[in-house]
Protein backbone atom coordinates (compact mmCIF):
# COMPACT_ATOMS: atom_id res chain seq x y z
CA UNK A 1 0.00 0.00 0.00
CA UNK A 2 1.49 3.64 -0.80
CA UNK A 3 1.03 6.47 0.84
CA UNK A 4 0.65 9.98 -0.56
CA UNK A 5 3.11 12.21 0.66
CA UNK A 6 2.98 15.88 0.82
CA UNK A 7 6.49 17.18 -0.77
CA UNK A 8 8.04 20.27 0.23
CA UNK A 9 11.32 22.12 -0.59
CA UNK A 10 13.51 25.29 0.71
CA UNK A 11 15.74 26.98 -1.25
CA UNK A 12 19.81 26.81 -0.13
CA UNK A 13 23.38 27.37 -1.53
CA UNK A 14 25.10 24.32 -1.96
CA UNK A 15 28.82 23.84 -2.55
CA UNK A 16 29.65 22.07 -5.68
CA UNK A 17 33.23 22.73 -6.16
CA UNK A 18 36.44 23.47 -4.15
CA UNK A 19 39.32 22.87 -6.13
CA UNK A 20 42.98 24.77 -6.91
CA UNK A 21 44.81 24.58 -9.70
CA UNK A 22 48.79 25.92 -9.46
CA UNK A 23 50.04 27.74 -12.30
CA UNK A 24 53.71 27.61 -12.73
CA UNK A 25 56.41 30.60 -13.42
CA UNK A 26 59.67 29.74 -15.50
CA UNK A 27 61.21 32.66 -16.62
CA UNK A 28 64.75 33.92 -17.75
CA UNK A 29 64.22 37.31 -17.51
CA UNK A 30 66.53 39.61 -19.76
CA UNK A 31 66.88 43.34 -18.31
CA UNK A 32 65.30 46.05 -21.48
CA UNK A 33 68.22 48.38 -22.42
CA UNK A 34 67.02 51.21 -20.46
CA UNK A 35 67.25 49.68 -16.73
CA UNK A 36 70.47 49.73 -15.65
CA UNK A 37 72.75 46.72 -14.50
CA UNK A 38 71.74 45.30 -11.19
CA UNK A 39 74.04 45.14 -8.33
CA UNK A 40 71.46 43.90 -5.86
CA UNK A 41 68.39 42.19 -5.65
CA UNK A 42 65.68 43.55 -3.05
CA UNK A 43 63.02 41.69 -3.79
CA UNK A 44 61.42 39.76 -6.76
CA UNK A 45 57.21 40.13 -6.36
CA UNK A 46 54.29 38.37 -8.33
CA UNK A 47 51.15 39.62 -8.30
CA UNK A 48 48.30 37.11 -10.00
CA UNK A 49 44.93 38.95 -10.85
CA UNK A 50 42.17 38.20 -13.02
CA UNK A 51 41.38 39.28 -16.26
CA UNK A 52 38.31 37.37 -16.91
CA UNK A 53 36.12 34.62 -16.05
CA UNK A 54 33.37 32.31 -17.56
CA UNK A 55 31.54 29.66 -16.12
CA UNK A 56 29.35 27.98 -18.65
CA UNK A 57 27.93 25.01 -18.67
CA UNK A 58 29.94 22.33 -17.10
CA UNK A 59 33.05 24.40 -17.37
CA UNK A 60 34.74 27.56 -15.45
CA UNK A 61 37.27 29.26 -17.19
CA UNK A 62 39.99 31.38 -15.86
CA UNK A 63 42.02 33.93 -17.59
CA UNK A 64 44.45 36.15 -15.69
CA UNK A 65 47.86 37.85 -15.63
CA UNK A 66 51.06 37.51 -13.52
CA UNK A 67 52.81 40.95 -12.92
CA UNK A 68 56.71 40.03 -11.99
CA UNK A 69 58.23 43.12 -10.08
CA UNK A 70 62.12 43.07 -9.68
CA UNK A 71 62.92 45.58 -7.57
CA UNK A 72 67.02 45.67 -7.41
CA UNK A 73 70.06 48.39 -6.35
CA UNK A 74 72.35 49.85 -9.31
CA UNK A 75 76.02 50.06 -8.99
CA UNK A 76 75.32 53.36 -7.08
CA UNK A 77 73.46 52.02 -4.44
CA UNK A 78 71.20 54.67 -4.21
CA UNK A 79 67.84 54.37 -6.76
CA UNK A 80 65.68 51.20 -6.51
CA UNK A 81 65.10 50.08 -9.67
CA UNK A 82 62.32 48.11 -11.29
CA UNK A 83 61.83 45.82 -13.74
CA UNK A 84 58.51 44.60 -15.16
CA UNK A 85 57.52 41.18 -16.88
CA UNK A 86 53.73 40.31 -17.46
CA UNK A 87 53.06 36.59 -18.31
CA UNK A 88 49.62 35.46 -19.17
CA UNK A 89 47.81 32.19 -17.53
CA UNK A 90 44.79 30.14 -18.17
CA UNK A 91 42.74 27.41 -16.71
CA UNK A 92 39.42 25.41 -16.54
CA UNK A 93 37.43 23.76 -13.94
CA UNK A 94 34.91 20.80 -14.46
CA UNK A 95 31.97 22.27 -12.74
CA UNK A 96 28.38 20.54 -12.99
CA UNK A 97 26.18 22.35 -11.02
CA UNK A 98 22.78 21.70 -12.48
CA UNK A 99 21.21 25.06 -12.65
CA UNK A 100 22.18 28.70 -13.62
CA UNK A 101 22.06 30.34 -10.09
CA UNK A 102 25.46 29.47 -9.74
CA UNK A 103 28.68 31.67 -8.66
CA UNK A 104 32.71 30.67 -8.61
CA UNK A 105 34.80 32.65 -5.89
CA UNK A 106 38.56 32.82 -6.33
CA UNK A 107 41.51 33.52 -4.41
CA UNK A 108 44.87 33.53 -5.96
CA UNK A 109 48.20 33.27 -4.18
CA UNK A 110 51.56 33.21 -4.73
CA UNK A 111 52.61 29.66 -3.69
CA UNK A 112 56.55 30.14 -3.58
CA UNK A 113 59.08 31.93 -5.41
CA UNK A 114 63.15 31.53 -6.50
CA UNK A 115 65.04 34.43 -7.82
CA UNK A 116 68.68 34.63 -8.61
CA UNK A 117 70.49 36.99 -10.78
CA UNK A 118 72.95 34.81 -13.26
CA UNK A 119 74.65 37.89 -14.80
CA UNK A 120 74.66 41.83 -14.15
CA UNK A 121 71.63 41.73 -17.00
CA UNK A 122 69.74 38.43 -16.83
CA UNK A 123 67.55 36.96 -13.64
CA UNK A 124 66.33 33.05 -13.19
CA UNK A 125 62.93 33.24 -11.77
CA UNK A 126 61.09 29.49 -10.46
CA UNK A 127 57.98 29.66 -8.51
CA UNK A 128 53.76 28.95 -9.09
CA UNK A 129 50.87 31.19 -8.23
CA UNK A 130 47.54 29.00 -7.44
CA UNK A 131 43.50 29.42 -8.25
CA UNK A 132 41.40 28.37 -5.54
CA UNK A 133 37.78 28.29 -6.65
CA UNK A 134 35.19 27.52 -4.53
CA UNK A 135 31.88 27.70 -6.74
CA UNK A 136 28.49 28.02 -4.49
CA UNK A 137 25.03 26.98 -6.66
CA UNK A 138 21.08 27.80 -5.48
CA UNK A 139 19.21 24.48 -5.26
CA UNK A 140 16.32 22.90 -3.74
CA UNK A 141 16.18 20.72 -0.91
CA UNK A 142 13.29 18.67 -0.87
CA UNK A 143 11.70 17.10 2.31
CA UNK A 144 8.15 15.88 3.48
CA UNK A 145 6.11 17.63 5.76
CA UNK A 146 2.84 14.82 5.73
CA UNK A 147 2.03 11.95 4.73
CA UNK A 148 -1.78 11.02 4.26
CA UNK A 149 -3.29 8.06 5.54
CA UNK A 150 -6.40 6.95 8.27
CA UNK A 151 -4.29 4.61 9.35
CA UNK A 152 -0.67 6.43 9.59
CA UNK A 153 0.56 8.17 12.76
CA UNK A 154 3.42 10.47 12.76
CA UNK A 155 6.08 12.54 14.42
CA UNK A 156 6.50 16.21 12.63
CA UNK A 157 9.48 18.62 13.49
CA UNK A 158 9.89 21.69 12.84
CA UNK A 159 12.63 24.28 12.96
CA UNK A 160 14.40 27.65 12.11
CA UNK A 161 16.57 27.69 8.62
CA UNK A 162 18.14 29.83 6.17
CA UNK A 163 16.40 29.95 3.34
CA UNK A 164 18.49 31.26 -0.18
CA UNK A 165 16.12 33.51 -1.89
CA UNK A 166 18.63 35.10 -4.73
CA UNK A 167 22.17 34.52 -5.51
CA UNK A 168 24.18 36.48 -7.99
CA UNK A 169 27.55 37.86 -9.48
CA UNK A 170 28.33 40.84 -11.11
CA UNK A 171 31.57 42.15 -12.79
CA UNK A 172 32.01 46.29 -13.00
CA UNK A 173 34.76 48.98 -13.91
CA UNK A 174 36.28 51.33 -11.53
CA UNK A 175 37.98 54.27 -13.52
CA UNK A 176 39.27 57.22 -11.89
CA UNK A 177 41.94 60.21 -12.86
CA UNK A 178 43.53 60.89 -9.61
CA UNK A 179 45.98 63.79 -8.25
CA UNK A 180 48.83 63.73 -6.20
CA UNK A 181 48.84 67.33 -5.71
CA UNK A 182 51.64 70.00 -5.98
CA UNK A 183 52.22 69.57 -1.93
CA UNK A 184 53.58 66.05 -3.17
CA UNK A 185 56.88 65.21 -4.93
CA UNK A 186 56.50 65.09 -8.74
CA UNK A 187 56.01 61.24 -9.91
CA UNK A 188 58.59 60.27 -12.76
CA UNK A 189 57.76 56.47 -12.14
CA UNK A 190 55.32 54.37 -10.15
CA UNK A 191 57.15 51.66 -7.88
CA UNK A 192 54.47 49.79 -6.26
CA UNK A 193 50.91 49.92 -5.97
CA UNK A 194 48.43 48.22 -3.98
CA UNK A 195 44.31 48.72 -4.32
CA UNK A 196 41.93 47.40 -1.84
CA UNK A 197 37.97 47.60 -2.04
CA UNK A 198 35.24 47.49 0.99
CA UNK A 199 31.75 47.49 0.99
CA UNK A 200 30.24 50.71 3.51
CA UNK A 201 26.32 50.20 2.71
CA UNK A 202 23.79 48.09 1.02
CA UNK A 203 20.07 49.43 -0.44
CA UNK A 204 17.85 46.63 -1.27
CA UNK A 205 14.67 46.74 -3.79
CA UNK A 206 13.06 43.99 -5.73
CA UNK A 207 15.59 42.23 -6.99
CA UNK A 208 18.59 44.89 -7.35
CA UNK A 209 20.84 45.96 -4.77
CA UNK A 210 22.70 49.33 -4.30
CA UNK A 211 25.98 48.44 -2.91
CA UNK A 212 28.10 51.90 -1.80
CA UNK A 213 31.59 51.52 -0.95
CA UNK A 214 35.32 52.82 -1.06
CA UNK A 215 38.58 51.96 -2.96
CA UNK A 216 41.75 52.31 -1.59
CA UNK A 217 44.46 52.64 -3.85
CA UNK A 218 48.22 53.09 -2.28
CA UNK A 219 51.33 54.58 -3.94
CA UNK A 220 55.13 54.20 -3.86
CA UNK A 221 56.74 56.35 -6.82
CA UNK A 222 60.01 57.87 -7.54
CA UNK A 223 59.96 61.69 -7.29
CA UNK A 224 63.94 61.58 -8.33
CA UNK A 225 65.44 58.67 -10.29
CA UNK A 226 68.80 59.70 -10.15
CA UNK A 227 68.54 60.90 -6.17
CA UNK A 228 66.84 58.00 -5.91
CA UNK A 229 63.89 59.67 -3.33
CA UNK A 230 60.56 58.43 -3.57
CA UNK A 231 57.18 59.34 -2.04
CA UNK A 232 54.22 57.47 -0.92
CA UNK A 233 50.46 58.43 -1.68
CA UNK A 234 46.90 57.03 -0.27
CA UNK A 235 43.91 57.90 -2.59
CA UNK A 236 40.27 56.97 -0.62
CA UNK A 237 37.71 56.55 -3.64
CA UNK A 238 33.93 56.33 -2.94
CA UNK A 239 32.03 54.38 -5.57
CA UNK A 240 28.22 52.61 -5.81
CA UNK A 241 27.16 49.97 -7.93
CA UNK A 242 23.62 48.79 -8.47
CA UNK A 243 23.66 44.97 -8.77
CA UNK A 244 21.04 43.09 -10.33
CA UNK A 245 20.05 39.67 -7.99
CA UNK A 246 16.78 38.06 -8.86
CA UNK A 247 14.74 37.18 -6.23
CA UNK A 248 16.17 40.19 -3.59
CA UNK A 249 13.76 42.06 -1.88
CA UNK A 250 14.22 45.09 0.96
CA UNK A 251 13.19 41.94 3.34
CA UNK A 252 15.84 39.97 2.90
CA UNK A 253 19.28 39.68 4.37
CA UNK A 254 22.27 40.62 1.67
CA UNK A 255 25.68 39.18 2.21
CA UNK A 256 28.06 40.97 -0.73
CA UNK A 257 31.95 40.59 -1.52
CA UNK A 258 33.84 42.77 -3.47
CA UNK A 259 37.23 41.37 -4.91
CA UNK A 260 39.44 43.48 -6.87
CA UNK A 261 40.14 41.32 -10.04
CA UNK A 262 42.43 43.34 -11.87
CA UNK A 263 43.94 46.81 -11.76
CA UNK A 264 46.10 48.13 -13.53
CA UNK A 265 47.83 52.10 -12.51
CA UNK A 266 49.38 54.80 -14.89
CA UNK A 267 51.31 57.96 -14.67
CA UNK A 268 50.06 61.01 -17.44
CA UNK A 269 53.64 62.57 -16.97
CA UNK A 270 53.98 61.27 -21.09
CA UNK A 271 51.24 63.58 -21.77
CA UNK A 272 52.39 66.73 -19.49
CA UNK A 273 55.73 66.51 -17.90
CA UNK A 274 54.36 68.65 -15.05
CA UNK A 275 51.33 66.61 -14.64
CA UNK A 276 50.52 64.73 -11.00
CA UNK A 277 47.61 63.31 -12.12
CA UNK A 278 47.13 59.38 -11.59
CA UNK A 279 45.30 56.94 -13.86
CA UNK A 280 43.29 53.97 -12.11
CA UNK A 281 41.62 51.40 -14.46
CA UNK A 282 40.03 48.54 -12.24
CA UNK A 283 37.60 45.53 -12.54
CA UNK A 284 35.74 44.59 -9.25
CA UNK A 285 33.42 41.46 -8.80
CA UNK A 286 30.29 41.46 -6.43
CA UNK A 287 28.77 38.39 -5.01
CA UNK A 288 25.70 38.51 -3.75
CA UNK A 289 23.72 35.84 -1.69
CA UNK A 290 20.30 36.72 -0.42
CA UNK A 291 18.85 35.22 2.17
CA UNK A 292 15.81 34.90 4.55
CA UNK A 293 14.68 33.04 7.72
CA UNK A 294 11.80 30.64 7.66
CA UNK A 295 10.30 27.59 9.26
CA UNK A 296 10.02 24.48 7.62
CA UNK A 297 8.36 21.46 9.04
CA UNK A 298 9.14 17.93 8.31
CA UNK A 299 8.53 14.20 9.17
CA UNK A 300 10.54 12.86 11.44
CA UNK A 301 8.68 8.94 11.80
CA UNK A 302 5.76 7.19 11.00
CA UNK A 303 3.71 3.88 11.90
CA UNK A 304 0.48 2.30 11.05
CA UNK A 305 -1.96 1.13 13.21
CA UNK A 306 -2.84 -1.68 11.02
CA UNK A 307 -0.13 -2.73 9.09
CA UNK A 308 3.57 -3.15 9.42
CA UNK A 309 5.56 -0.30 7.39
CA UNK A 310 9.07 -0.59 4.55
CA UNK A 311 10.32 2.69 6.23
CA UNK A 312 13.19 4.46 5.25
CA UNK A 313 14.55 7.85 6.24
CA UNK A 314 17.48 10.54 4.60
CA UNK A 315 19.60 12.77 6.10
CA UNK A 316 19.23 16.61 5.67
CA UNK A 317 21.13 19.18 6.15
CA UNK A 318 20.27 23.15 6.47
CA UNK A 319 21.61 26.06 7.00
CA UNK A 320 20.43 28.67 9.96
CA UNK A 321 21.10 31.82 12.52
CA UNK A 322 23.07 33.35 9.53
CA UNK A 323 24.48 36.45 11.09
CA UNK A 324 27.10 38.82 9.15
CA UNK A 325 30.62 39.38 10.54
CA UNK A 326 32.41 43.02 9.86
CA UNK A 327 34.55 43.98 13.26
CA UNK A 328 37.38 45.70 13.11
CA UNK A 329 40.79 45.26 15.65
CA UNK A 330 44.25 45.96 15.73
CA UNK A 331 47.73 43.95 16.12
CA UNK A 332 51.02 45.16 16.67
CA UNK A 333 54.65 43.66 17.25
CA UNK A 334 58.72 45.27 17.66
CA UNK A 335 60.42 43.59 15.55
CA UNK A 336 64.24 43.64 14.73
CA UNK A 337 65.59 44.48 11.32
CA UNK A 338 69.12 43.32 11.20
CA UNK A 339 72.99 44.66 11.92
CA UNK A 340 72.68 47.02 9.15
CA UNK A 341 70.20 49.04 11.39
CA UNK A 342 67.40 51.57 9.79
CA UNK A 343 67.14 55.24 9.32
CA UNK A 344 63.70 55.43 7.43
CA UNK A 345 61.00 53.16 6.56
CA UNK A 346 60.66 53.95 3.04
CA UNK A 347 57.34 52.20 2.24
CA UNK A 348 55.43 49.37 4.21
CA UNK A 349 53.10 47.40 3.01
CA UNK A 350 51.40 43.66 3.47
CA UNK A 351 52.23 41.40 1.25
CA UNK A 352 49.18 38.41 2.76
CA UNK A 353 47.03 37.81 5.43
CA UNK A 354 47.27 34.10 6.88
CA UNK A 355 43.93 33.30 9.32
CA UNK A 356 42.24 30.69 11.14
CA UNK A 357 39.51 30.22 13.19
CA UNK A 358 39.51 27.84 16.37
CA UNK A 359 37.11 26.89 18.98
CA UNK A 360 38.16 26.76 22.25
CA UNK A 361 36.66 25.62 25.51
CA UNK A 362 33.37 27.91 25.33
CA UNK A 363 34.42 30.68 22.69
CA UNK A 364 35.45 31.09 18.92
CA UNK A 365 38.83 32.79 18.24
CA UNK A 366 40.56 33.94 14.81
CA UNK A 367 44.28 33.61 14.75
CA UNK A 368 46.73 34.70 11.91
CA UNK A 369 49.69 36.33 11.07
CA UNK A 370 50.01 40.11 8.69
CA UNK A 371 53.09 39.37 6.66
CA UNK A 372 54.50 42.52 6.02
CA UNK A 373 57.25 43.91 3.24
CA UNK A 374 59.37 46.45 4.13
CA UNK A 375 61.23 48.92 1.54
CA UNK A 376 64.20 50.68 4.28
CA UNK A 377 67.01 52.77 4.42
CA UNK A 378 69.92 51.37 6.54
CA UNK A 379 72.33 53.09 8.80
CA UNK A 380 74.37 54.59 5.61
CA UNK A 381 71.58 55.54 3.99
CA UNK A 382 71.00 52.38 1.58
CA UNK A 383 68.17 50.95 0.71
CA UNK A 384 67.12 47.41 1.94
CA UNK A 385 64.01 45.13 2.20
CA UNK A 386 63.21 42.93 4.72
CA UNK A 387 60.11 40.83 5.46
CA UNK A 388 58.03 40.65 9.16
CA UNK A 389 55.15 39.11 10.59
CA UNK A 390 52.40 40.73 13.01
CA UNK A 391 50.83 37.81 15.25
CA UNK A 392 46.83 39.15 15.71
CA UNK A 393 44.41 36.74 17.97
CA UNK A 394 40.61 38.05 18.47
CA UNK A 395 37.29 36.75 19.53
CA UNK A 396 34.53 38.43 17.64
CA UNK A 397 31.59 39.33 20.29
CA UNK A 398 29.03 37.42 17.40
CA UNK A 399 30.54 34.22 17.14
CA UNK A 400 30.40 34.12 21.33
CA UNK A 401 26.98 33.69 20.94
CA UNK A 402 26.57 30.84 18.74
CA UNK A 403 27.26 27.06 19.84
CA UNK A 404 28.79 25.68 17.10
CA UNK A 405 29.69 28.51 14.31
CA UNK A 406 30.52 27.33 10.78
CA UNK A 407 32.41 30.71 9.42
CA UNK A 408 32.97 32.24 5.75
CA UNK A 409 35.38 35.07 6.42
CA UNK A 410 38.25 36.80 5.52
CA UNK A 411 40.45 38.81 7.29
CA UNK A 412 42.25 42.01 5.50
CA UNK A 413 44.90 44.85 6.58
CA UNK A 414 42.99 48.45 6.11
CA UNK A 415 46.21 50.08 6.90
CA UNK A 416 49.39 49.48 8.58
CA UNK A 417 51.75 52.45 10.71
CA UNK A 418 55.25 51.88 12.18
CA UNK A 419 57.04 53.80 14.51
CA UNK A 420 61.10 53.05 14.98
CA UNK A 421 61.97 52.32 17.82
CA UNK A 422 65.80 52.20 18.29
CA UNK A 423 68.68 51.78 15.72
CA UNK A 424 67.70 48.23 14.67
CA UNK A 425 63.87 48.01 16.29
CA UNK A 426 60.49 49.41 14.37
CA UNK A 427 56.77 48.82 16.61
CA UNK A 428 54.50 47.68 13.30
CA UNK A 429 50.75 47.89 13.77
CA UNK A 430 47.82 46.66 12.32
CA UNK A 431 44.36 47.73 11.77
CA UNK A 432 42.19 44.65 10.80
CA UNK A 433 39.04 44.30 10.04
CA UNK A 434 37.25 40.23 9.69
CA UNK A 435 33.99 40.40 6.99
CA UNK A 436 31.84 37.64 5.90
CA UNK A 437 29.32 35.85 7.59
CA UNK A 438 28.53 32.84 10.06
CA UNK A 439 26.19 30.33 10.20
CA UNK A 440 25.02 27.10 12.01
CA UNK A 441 24.14 23.59 10.25
CA UNK A 442 20.50 22.09 11.21
CA UNK A 443 21.41 18.75 11.08
CA UNK A 444 18.00 16.53 10.54
CA UNK A 445 16.48 12.65 9.39
CA UNK A 446 13.39 12.24 8.34
CA UNK A 447 11.04 10.00 6.50
CA UNK A 448 12.27 10.18 2.49
CA UNK A 449 9.61 6.76 1.30
CA UNK A 450 7.31 4.63 3.28
CA UNK A 451 4.94 1.77 1.82
CA UNK A 452 2.34 0.22 3.95
CA UNK A 453 2.82 -3.95 3.69
CA UNK A 454 -0.87 -5.28 3.35
CA UNK A 455 0.44 -8.77 3.97
CA UNK A 456 1.52 -8.28 7.49
CA UNK A 457 -1.45 -7.12 9.55
CA UNK A 458 -0.83 -5.02 13.14
CA UNK A 459 -2.09 -7.70 16.23
CA UNK A 460 -4.44 -5.00 18.20
CA UNK A 461 -5.54 -6.74 21.48
CA UNK A 462 -9.59 -5.37 20.71
CA UNK A 463 -10.88 -7.61 24.08
CA UNK A 464 -10.31 -4.34 26.35
CA UNK A 465 -10.95 -0.44 25.64
CA UNK A 466 -8.15 0.27 28.01
CA UNK A 467 -4.89 -1.28 28.67
CA UNK A 468 -2.27 -0.78 31.72
CA UNK A 469 0.96 0.09 31.13
CA UNK A 470 3.97 0.64 33.83
CA UNK A 471 6.10 3.78 31.83
CA UNK A 472 9.72 4.22 33.27
CA UNK A 473 11.00 7.74 33.72
CA UNK A 474 12.32 9.29 29.89
CA UNK A 475 10.56 6.72 28.37
CA UNK A 476 8.68 8.56 25.28
CA UNK A 477 5.14 8.07 24.66
CA UNK A 478 5.66 7.78 20.99
CA UNK A 479 7.57 4.44 21.17
CA UNK A 480 4.27 3.35 23.87
CA UNK A 481 2.05 4.23 21.15
CA UNK A 482 3.51 2.50 18.45
CA UNK A 483 3.91 -0.71 20.39
CA UNK A 484 0.40 -0.70 21.37
CA UNK A 485 -1.41 0.39 17.52
CA UNK A 486 -3.10 3.60 19.46
CA UNK A 487 -1.69 7.47 18.81
CA UNK A 488 0.52 9.93 21.26
CA UNK A 489 -2.30 12.33 21.60
CA UNK A 490 -4.80 9.34 22.58
CA UNK A 491 -2.60 8.39 25.11
CA UNK A 492 -2.11 12.53 26.13
CA UNK A 493 -5.82 13.11 26.98
CA UNK A 494 -6.41 9.71 28.92
CA UNK A 495 -3.66 10.58 31.41
CA UNK A 496 -4.11 14.36 31.11
CA UNK A 497 -0.47 14.76 30.32
CA UNK A 498 1.78 17.28 28.20
CA UNK A 499 4.69 16.18 27.42
CA UNK A 500 5.80 13.78 25.56
CA UNK A 501 8.31 11.90 27.68
CA UNK A 502 7.50 10.36 31.15
CA UNK A 503 8.68 12.97 33.91
CA UNK A 504 8.48 9.89 36.25
CA UNK A 505 7.76 6.28 36.25
CA UNK A 506 4.20 5.33 36.84
CA UNK A 507 0.82 3.62 35.14
CA UNK A 508 -0.49 4.62 32.03
CA UNK A 509 -3.90 3.55 30.36
CA UNK A 510 -3.32 2.86 26.85
CA UNK A 511 -6.55 3.05 25.03
CA UNK A 512 -6.77 0.30 22.58
Request: with cysteine.
Amino acid sequence: MEYPMQRESCAVCETVLESTKEQPIDLDLSLPDYCPDIERILKCRVSPSLTGRSLSGDSLTLDGSVLISLYYLDAKKQAIRLCEHTMPFSCSFNAKTGTEEAVALVRLKTEYLNCRALSPRRVDIHGAVSAAVTLYAGCQQEYFSRIEGDDIEQRQNSTNVTRLCGIGQQQFSLTEVLDIGAGKGHPESILRSDLSVRCDSLKAMTDKLMVSGEAVLRLLYVTDLEAGTQDTMTFHIPFSQVLDVRGLTDSTTNEVLLEVMHYETALKAEYDENSTLVTLDARLCATVLATEETTITWVEDAYSTEYELSLSQKAYRFTRSTVPLKESFSAKTEVTTGDGGITKIIDLWCDSVNSLFVAEKDSMTVRGKVNCGMLALDSEGVPYYLERAVDFSAAPEVLQTMSQPIVKADVTAENLSFRITGDDRVEIKADLCLTGSAHEDAAMKGVAAVEGLEDRCRRKDKAAALTLYYADEGERLWDIACAYCTSVEAIKLENELTDDVMAASGMLLIPM
